[in-house]
């Protein structure tokens, strides 16, 4: 897992609360293998036409916005299903970071386990940001894990909670199995003793 420490980006408004997982990826492509062209499938039905042709209005649709790596949303994101495909489509896409008032409790802990930092800011803080990068297209927003801050595109900075563990993990790109393997000798001279003191066992 890519480890995140801090981010200075383009971010991008969404102005819509209860964004909710199959928003995100509509339940009919969760059969779809992760691979080449899964960015195309984050925010399908919002972000696209039924021929197909970009909705000009979706947000990530407009120049400013395409590169965009942190979302600032309203509130409860990520509700709905637990499928952990809407983080994967919106890593892909090139999000690292989405900003919201709250978040579904469990994509929030899909996000930490998958490198992304979901930071939970007051409705006013959020509203204030999104205001400003509609009013400065392309303007940049930035985050700091370390520090627990996040700087708006007028230099006014927010302060953040987040759980100890969870930062940790992504200040290191530990996923489950990542953080497992830091004590892999440890295991390997255990599994050694526990075969020499039990060797009926093996």
Request: charged share 20%; proline share 6%; aromatic share 8%.
């Amino acid at each position: 897992m890519e480890p995140f420490v801090k981010l200075s980006a383009v971010a991008a408004p969404l102005d819509m609360s209860n964004v909710d997982t199959d928003k995100i990826i509509p339940g009919r492509f969760l059969r779809k293998l992760r691979g080449p062209g899964y960015d195309k499938l984050a925010f399908h039905d919002i972000r696209f036409n039924a021929d197909g042709s970009e909705n000009p209005d979706f947000v990530l649709n407009k120049a400013p916005y395409r590169q965009a790596k942190i979302l600032v949303a309203a509130a409860n994101f990520g509700c709905g299903s637990s499928r952990e495909a809407a983080v994967y489509v919106l890593y892909d896409f090139g999000i690292r970071c989405v900003i919201a008032s709250s978040f579904g409790d469990i994509h929030y802990g899909n996000e930490l386990q998958n490198g992304m930092l979901p930071v939970i800011l007051p409705d006013a803080a959020c509203a204030t940001l999104r205001s400003q990068l509609h009013a400065n297209p392309g303007a940049t927003v930035a985050v700091d894990l370390e520090m627990q801050k996040v700087t708006g595109p007028d230099g006014a900075v927010y302060p953040f909670d987040i759980d100890a563990n969870a930062k940790e993990r992504l200040l290191k790109g530990l996923d489950d199995i990542g953080l497992v393997m830091q004590y892999s000798k440890d295991i390997e001279a255990f599994e050694q003793r526990h075969a020499a003191a039990l060797p009926w066992l093996a």
